[in-house]
């Protein structure tokens, strides 16, 4: 898999051009499926507020932060409405960066959920694997 790469100066396609196309309407707003349930599109990080535009500011300030980001996708798996995407994140070059794995629930080809896991990468690893 290809490593996205996102240039210092220039604002990243997605977070501007892509979010719009990936990013469900209904992300964050109440969408009642039936009368006795609803389901609300919203992201389960606890660093980012729900609705399309605390996701939008969220993403716009952390590619500001980190301009030379590079997040190569390791494996995807996808099931039913569900994807999930295992990827190393690097957010300054040098560094060892982080094992991410990202857990979307997609509607009509939308993401309208969002979970994500976190660890940084070990300098060693008392078994020899990788996270990778």
Known sequence: MA???LDAG???PT????QGTYLSREFGEENP???TTSVRRRTLAANIP???AGVKAALGAYFAQFPQLRITPKRIIAEGDLVAVHSHTVNVP???GQ????LFRVRRGRIVEHWDAVQ???ETSANGNTMF
């Open 94 to 96: 040098g560094e060892r």
């Open 15 to 18: 977070c501007a051009t892509h």
């Open 120 to 122: 940084d990468a070990p």
């Open 3 to 5: 490593a996205v790469t």
């Open 10 to 12: 220039r604002t990243p």
């Open 33 to 35: 499926v039936n009368t």
């Open 50 to 52: 729900d609705g399309l």
């Open 99 to 102: 094992a991410v794995v990202d």
